[in-house]
């Protein structure tokens, strides 16, 4: 209905900001703890609203869990449950997800394999059967292992012919020592991917999948029954395996270096600063968010307004620790016009120099914590949002009032905090530096900024 | 479904949705300007983007990047976009932060050209032109858009160049540009509000009549330039290849097909996912599944409204196939398409496809933005609801007879990349 409106009701005061309205409390789904007979953890969130629900199965069987010379095995063993299991052929889990509406995403990163379904709730407990049948009874049929091997060595042609994974990928290696997982690529390499054998796949199964390594994780619009339904294909799943290895991480070097990967003609430089950062369990987690946050964490951050705002020099910059069980790597990254290169880098390093050299503004500190503690609840708006972090709760071993402190958490961290863990976790001076871009254009400025030896590497020599 | 819809127009023509939710303490705030890079004129291709660009710089009362600041220190995320036919922006905060996102949308809804500055121009010129050679120059087949719609629509079409414009272009952009493309366009005769989530509505009203309500209406809007009448399908067939640096080959195969909202859309979607939308889809099953010949397949209908809307298809060649094969193999998914689309096939994909909605639909963003979209092309913010009516109708017979008729050799675009052969010697 279309009802003209005749007068404004009172003028509007335009000059200030209004403040905010009362705040509207939040609260993180209660969350419920489901048994079932093999141990496996089960963790249930009611969330209503549409008619949806997200069922989730994480497995501690990542890219942590494979031999050196076996790089890219749990990525290609994670692609290849969906492929036959139990008997059924992998056409056929398609299509009879896909007549359901049911989603299915499976996956592997450096920690853990993942599978996922997410659909209607009158339809999502009728593919539980068939997610509990990828996990427990994968096939690995021969045909599928040499079609999803060739796929996976063209996904890494493809990336390196890609300035953003290939600096990706570099400043992995350039970060990491040679003996730490993390310095190779997850997917593995066009060496060792044709290696791998549907024997070991089937070893990497066997070796890592089974109900002392898995959680399960629903969230959705569904009573508590109806969850304990949609685990019962898990209940009779009794393999074992083995404990798992912890992998101990080692920088490369810790004297810092920049090196160019050269690709004449580009308009841009993908760069890369980098260097070992933290765990995802860790005690500093708080602050350590908060100080990115001012740093490289939000649009308005130190080094977005710096390099964007103030310079036009690129289109946008981040920067971000990736926390997993293991310390990932802290990275700042961005593309910019081959003619700032070596501007932008300087401003890099002046920024990471700064938040160590100074404690942060009250306003900024206010800010951040704000931003951060504001954008939680908006990332559990969907039922996959909330079982992302209940399988986070699961795979970290948080604690169970984990999510509902977090907001608090937050706004909790203080400036001297946020000083100490910059100095403490950001480390400039052992940074490596990589750059995808044209060296003959860049490569003088960046040894003008004496920032350590630049290495120039051929792109199309990298193995 | 049921998605609550209460509309109200302002005396400035200012259309405004609302939609409530207080399942969760977040509301969005979603704003549609009719206005795309269909209205650039000739010589400023980039320039609606550019603009969006320029309203995160400030308004009247809102100094330099504080707009972006204001929301991001509720606790708040925001970004506009745009796209051929329109340019939004939106905002997702926390449910007391409903009043702040209003007066900022309000004030530069309003009062922008205070704050507009050369120096202003001139960075976001530079961002933009870094936004170019990252999403396109300097990535693999990252012109592939541009050159499609350059060979689907002709040179008098609005469709015919990118959004992302021309290095000349962005050059040539100056404030008189920016201030007449204001003046011309943000008007709230040419924009629809919606705000969705957990706000009451009688306090919503009354603060969006408060910012927004003194507004003054602006003129007409100037009809979109060039020929938008268009046959929905091309005359003849048009190929082009391309060298670059890409590491696999890929064809795409693009068709005019009718615009989002005609009769005929709605097969065409059902039958873009027929062809690629997940593993039991035609194209996936067979060129990637059994035949190995592609490493992935793609198909998408453009929901874009002026004139005729396209439907484009690719697939990348798996390492050691010749493309060619590859395009073969499409048509012949392509033509067996119009012959033998099953109905239990266009089920699966409808509910695929109502699926997919439901899920999107669970965050107010996504739901404010689709209102404001349903507004904006239909007046109709109601198709929220019924859409997918017209998608349950849909007989296997109207997929067949849309594939027999738009999706053949004879009015395709085929655009071909190449790894560029490397010379010899050469690293």
């Known amino acids: 209905m279309n009802v003209p409106v005749e007068q404004p009701v009172s003028r509007a005061v335009r000059t200030e900001p209004p403040g905010p309205g009362p705040v509207r409390p939040f609260a993180f789904p209660l969350i419920e703890h489901l048994a079932l007979p093999n141990g496996i953890p089960v963790l249930f969130a009611r969330v209503d609203g549409l008619p949806v629900v997200t069922l989730s199965a994480v497995i501690r069987a990542g890219g942590v869990d494979e031999p050196t ?8 063993t994670g692609d290849l449950l969906e492929s036959g299991a139990a008997g059924s052929a992998g056409s056929d889990i398609a299509d009879a997800l896909e007549r359901l509406g049911v989603q299915l995403a499976v996956g592997s990163s450096w920690d853990f394999c993942h599978a996922e379904l997410t659909g209607l709730t009158g339809r999502v407990p009728r593919g539980s059967e068939i997610l509990a049948d990828l996990i ?35 400043a992995g290696r350039y970060i990491f020592s040679s003996s730490t997982p993390f310095s190779r690529p997850l997917g593995g390499t066009t060496e060792t991917i044709p290696s791998l054998t549907r024997e070991d796949i089937a070893s990497f199964h066997r070796a890592n999948f089974a109900p002392a390594r898995t959680g399960i994780v629903i969230a959705g619009a569904i009573g508590r029954e109806e969850a304990e339904q949609m685990i019962q294909p898990f209940a009779e799943w009794s393999v074992t395996a083995g404990e798992r290895t912890e992998i101990t991480v080692q920088p490369r070097s810790r004297e ?21 950062g933290v765990p995802r369990a860790h005690p500093d987690y708080f602050p350590i968010l908060v100080m990115n946050t001012v740093l490289g964490g939000a649009f308005t951050s130190r080094l977005n307004m710096s390099l964007r705002e103030r310079h036009g020099f690129t289109y946008g910059v981040s920067s971000a620790f990736s926390m997993r069980r293991a310390a990932g790597p802290f990275l700042v990254a961005t593309a910019v016009q081959t003619e700032v290169t070596g501007s932008a880098v300087r401003e890099i390093f002046r920024e990471l120099a700064a938040i160590r050299e100074a404690p942060v503004s009250d306003a900024e500190l206010v800010d951040a914590r704000n931003y951060v503690a504001g954008v939680f609840p908006l990332t559990l708006q969907t039922t996959s949002g909330v079982a992302s972090r209940l399988a986070e709760m699961v795979l970290y071993d948080l604690p169970r009032d984990y999510f509902e402190k977090y907001p608090g958490e937050v706004l909790a961290v203080q400036a001297d905090e946020v000083e100490r863990v910059a100095n403490q976790y950001l480390a400039p001076d052992e940074a490596a530096v990589v750059i995808v871009g044209d060296a003959a254009r860049i490569r003088g400025e960046l040894e003008a900024l004496e920032l350590g030896p630049v290495e120039v590497l051929d792109a199309g020599s990298i193995v | 479904m049921a998605i609550p819809i209460e509309r109200f127009d302002l005396a400035n023509g200012l259309r405004v949705i609302l939609s409530q939710d207080r399942r969760q303490p977040v509301v969005a705030v979603n704003l549609w300007y009719n206005v795309g890079s269909r209205n650039e004129r000739e010589g400023r291709t980039g320039f609606a983007h550019l603009f969006e660009h320029m309203m995160f710089q400030g308004s009247e009362h809102v100094p330099d990047t504080e707009h972006i600041a204001h929301i991001e220190r509720v606790g708040g995320s925001m970004n506009g976009s745009t796209w051929l036919d329109r340019t939004n922006y939106f905002e997702t905060v926390p449910a007391n932060g409903l009043e702040l996102a209003l007066w900022l949308e309000a004030d530069r809804m309003g009062f922008l050209l205070p704050a507009m500055t050369q120096e202003k121009l001139d960075n976001q010129r530079s961002v933009v032109q870094n936004e170019r050679r990252w999403r396109v120059d300097n990535q693999p087949y990252g012109d592939w858009d541009e050159r499609i719609q350059a060979l689907v629509y002709p040179p008098d079409h609005p469709y015919h160049h990118s959004v992302i414009g021309s290095m000349e272009d962005l050059d040539a952009a100056t404030l008189d540009d920016v201030r007449a493309f204001f003046q011309t366009f943000y008007a709230p005769n040419n924009a629809v509000l919606t705000v969705c989530g957990d706000f009451e509505t009688a306090g919503a009203r009354e603060l969006i009549e408060r910012y927004f309500g003194d507004i003054p209406r602006g003129p007409d809007v100037p009809a979109v330039p060039g020929r938008t009448d268009i046959p929905d399908r091309l005359a003849e067939p048009v190929r082009h290849t391309v060298e670059s640096d890409v590491a696999l080959g890929r064809a795409y195969f693009a068709f005019r097909i009718p615009a989002y909202g005609r009769d005929g859309f709605v097969a065409a979607d059902v039958a873009a996912n027929l062809l690629a939308s997940g593993k039991s889809s035609r194209l996936y099953r067979s060129l990637v599944r059994e035949r190995r010949l592609a490493q992935s397949v793609v198909a998408y209908a ?24 590859l395009e073969r193999a499409v048509w012949e998914e392509l033509e067996s398409l119009g012959r033998a689309a099953t109905a239990e ?33 239909f007046d109709e913010p109601e198709r929220i609801n019924t859409e997918l009516d017209a998608y349950r109708e849909l007989t296997p017979e109207q997929v067949r007879r849309f594939a027999a008729e738009y999706l053949r050799p004879e009015s395709a675009v085929v655009l071909s990349y190449l790894p560029q052969k490397k010379e010899p010697g050469a690293a």
């Open chain 1, 69 to 76: 010379t076996r790089a890219g095995l749990a990525s290609l």
């Open chain 1, 136 to 170: 427990r009874a994968p096939d690995f049929p021969e045909p599928e292992v040499e079609r999803l091997r060739s796929e996976h060595v063209a996904h890494v042609l493809q990336g390196r012919a890609d300035p953003r994974s290939l600096a990706n990928e570099m």
């Open chain 1, 256 to 276: 810092r270096q920049v090196v160019i990967v050269d690709r004449p003609g580009s308009v841009q430089s993908e760069v890369r600063v980098g260097h070992v």
């Open chain 2, 302 to 325: 453009f929901p874009v409204v002026t004139g005729a809307a396209m439907l484009v298809v690719w697939a990348t060649a798996n390492p050691g196939n010749e493309l060619d094969v």
């Open chain 2, 345 to 377: 096939e266009v089920e699966r994909a409808v509910t695929g496809i109502e699926s997919r909605q439901l899920i999107a639909l669970q965050q107010v963003g996504e739901r404010a933005d689709q209102l404001s979209m349903f507004t904006t092309f």
